[in-house]
């Protein structure tokens, strides 16, 4: 079945450090994906996207990396601040339905060290 | 502040009460969802509303009940919930229907007592 998954739940990365979350997906016909930064007491709030037309995207310190041939997503956060402490979920659009609708991950916590 | 405002932030109430969850977007976009967010799982597709129009319906009982009655208005009208509708509710917004990026309100904390 269709599925959007994360290595890890839980990711401590040193303050200054750059952190790489990733994400796995099954759907062959996803061509749309997209990551999310959700803070406590907040809704979740898009930081990236990128379509199957592409393998890496950057951002303001921030890069999403897309390997198609092994259905892998990647983010990559450089130079790590408290403020990114949050976790972070990876969304596919390939779960079908006429509207094509995003599926969520489970998402991985970020905790950034002092 | 985001573009998608949700009231009320936290709400408690009932198996036998009637209460409504409010989004309001200020975004111009077209499409508006309700999602669940429980603990330590992923987010869950409820509703979609494209244009005004009910689009999807992922299988949600009953009790839940949505209304659109404009691109910028969004209900979600609850009644004789269970304890295990207690979650986070999340409504979104995005320029379409068609897997466009999503924006998020900071949800309504629903606990069923």
């Known amino acids: 079945g269709e599925s959007v998954g994360l290595h890890l739940p839980t990711l401590s990365v040193q303050e200054g450090d750059n952190s790489i979350i990733n994400c796995a997906y099954s759907?062959?016909?996803?061509?749309?994906f997209i990551w999310y930064k959700q803070e406590s007491g907040k809704g979740p709030q898009f930081i990236i996207d990128i379509r199957s037309n592409m393998d890496k995207r950057q951002g303001q310190r921030v890069t999403v990396l897309l390997n198609k041939t092994v259905k892998h997503l990647s983010l990559q956060i450089a130079a790590t601040q408290p403020g990114d402490s949050a976790v972070y979920f990876c969304a596919e659009n390939g779960a079908g339905g006429s509207a094509r609708q995003l599926t969520f991950g489970s998402g991985t916590q970020l905790t950034v060290l002092p | 502040e985001t573009g998608v405002t949700q009231t009320p932030r936290h709400l408690v109430m009932g198996m036998t009460n009637k209460k409504s969850l409010k989004c309001e977007q200020h975004l111009g976009h077209n499409a508006m969802y309700w999602y669940k967010q429980s603990a330590k799982k992923p987010l869950e597709l409820m509703f979609v509303y494209n244009f005004k129009e009910q689009t999807e319906n992922n299988s949600v009982p009953s009790r839940f009940s949505p209304e659109c009655p404009n691109s910028s208005h969004l209900f979600l009208h609850l009644h004789t919930l269970q304890p295990e509708d207690s979650a986070l509710y999340l409504c979104a917004s995005s320029q379409d229907g068609f897997g466009s990026p999503l924006h998020f309100g900071n949800g309504t904390r629903l606990t069923v007592t």
């Open positions: 759907n062959s016909a996803s061509d749309y």
